[in-house]
């Protein structure tokens, strides 16, 4: 049960749009369209921002938005605020009834 | 208002034991299925646990199998999580989600696990 890589970090100034990649296997984001993506700040629990692959929980903004490729998801923040500086994790179905996360992306708004 | 209140957590040594337990609130929690997700300091998410709504299946990360057992309560509206055999690397925030279709939707604000002699 290995986890998805993501890049330690990404960063981007306000207003610009910033790119998280998120790539894991044939048997987990390449099998299934249940990639999801959680935004959390310091000291707060994960929030869920997109859930398969490219939906938008209510009251998520629509600057967040998501795709798949192969075995490689990603998530774009467009129109970066300084509100959307946080840890960003994607995570999978890697069959099973498991679920396998990303280690995460420190996304700075510079 | 969705809630979900984890307690229990605490400082424990190594081959201890702790219960964990989540009060949920806001929704039909009898119709969910209720997962277990930890956070070691400083480093990424992880799926610990998950259980079915009626609480006939469970299933668990390979790393606590045998070691963990996660149970509700539907009546009292609770998620818990027995932990034994406890080991230094379990030292984590535990967090109690709800599920729906391998998404966490809802979190707890979560409960501090440290191991350590």
């Known amino acids: 049960q290995s986890g998805l890589t993501q890049p330690p970090s990404a960063s981007g100034s306000p207003g610009q749009s910033v790119t998280i990649s998120c790539t894991g296997t044939?048997?987990?984001?390449?099998?299934?369209?249940?990639v999801s993506w959680y935004q959390q700040h310091p000291g707060k629990a994960p929030k869920l921002m997109l859930y398969e692959v490219n939906k938008r929980p209510s009251g998520v903004p629509d600057r967040f938005s998501g795709s798949k490729s192969g075995n490689t998801a990603s998530l774009t923040v467009s129109g970066l605020q300084a509100e959307d500086e946080a840890d960003y994790y994607c995570?999978?179905?890697?069959?099973?009834?498991?679920?396998?996360f990303g280690g995460g992306t420190k996304l700075t708004v510079l | 208002e969705v809630q979900l209140v984890e307690s229990g957590g605490g400082l424990v040594q190594p081959g201890g034991s702790l219960r964990l337990s989540c009060s949920v609130s806001g929704f039909t929690f009898s119709r969910h299925y209720m997962s277990w997700v930890r956070q070691a300091p400083g480093k990424g998410l992880e799926w610990v646990a998950k259980i079915r709504p009626d609480g006939s299946a469970k299933s668990y990360v390979d790393s606590v199998k045998g070691r963990f057992t996660i149970s509700r309560d539907n009546a009292k509206n609770s998620l818990y999580l027995q932990m034994s055999s406890l080991r230094v690397e379990d030292t984590a925030i535990y967090y109690c989600?709800?599920?729906?279709?391998?998404?966490?939707?809802?979190w707890g604000q979560g409960t501090l696990v440290s191991v350590s002699s």
């Open positions: 989600a709800k599920e729906e279709y391998y998404r966490y939707d809802y």
């Open positions: 044939s048997s987990d984001i390449g099998a299934y369209n249940y």
């Open positions: 995570s999978s179905y890697a069959g099973s009834k498991n679920v396998i």
